[in-house]
Nanobody
Framework: QVQLVESGGGLVQVGGSLRLSCAASGRTFRFSAMAWFRRAPGKEREFVSAINWSGGDTYYADSGKGRFTISRDVIDNTKHTLFLQKTSLKPEDTAVYYC?????????????????WGQGTQVTVSS
């Protein structure tokens, strides 16, 4: 059974930093692209960042460029941990952040291209 479990969310002040983690297990993720999405209150889910299986290729939405860094650790073929280091946080970064993985290696910003999802972790940036 595939499991994606996010952690690391919380309350942080404007300009602060936060590191999100996502523990992925239950299948071979070796060649799977993984990504972070977020859903702000009253808005649709939006793409944040994606990374390929080796970590050598990354893709960011404009909102996070220069502030967010995506990375992944490979424990073994069936256990990967995905990270999102966030700095210079703004109130508009307040959202539920979701980890996702897809049955494919290409990096995608379309959430319909992802097959597996976590439950999400809340990030609140206070001004």
């Amino acid at each position: 059974q595939v499991q994606l479990v996010e952690s690391g969310g919380g309350l942080v002040q404007v300009g602060g930093s936060l590191r999100l983690s996502c523990a992925a297990s239950g299948r071979t993720f070796r060649f799977s692209a993984m990504a972070w999405f977020r859903r702000a209150p009253g808005k649709e889910r939006e793409f944040v960042s994606a990374i390929n299986w080796s970590g050598g290729d990354t893709y960011y939405a404009d909102s996070g460029k220069g502030r967010f860094t995506i990375s992944r650790d490979v424990i073994d073929n069936t256990k990967h941990t995905l990270f999102l280091q966030k700095t210079s946080l703004k109130p508009e970064d307040t959202a539920v952040y979701y980890c996702a993985a897809r049955d494919g290696s290409a990096l995608k910003a379309d959430d319909s291209m992802y097959n597996y999802w976590g439950q999400g972790t809340q990030v609140t940036v206070s001004s």
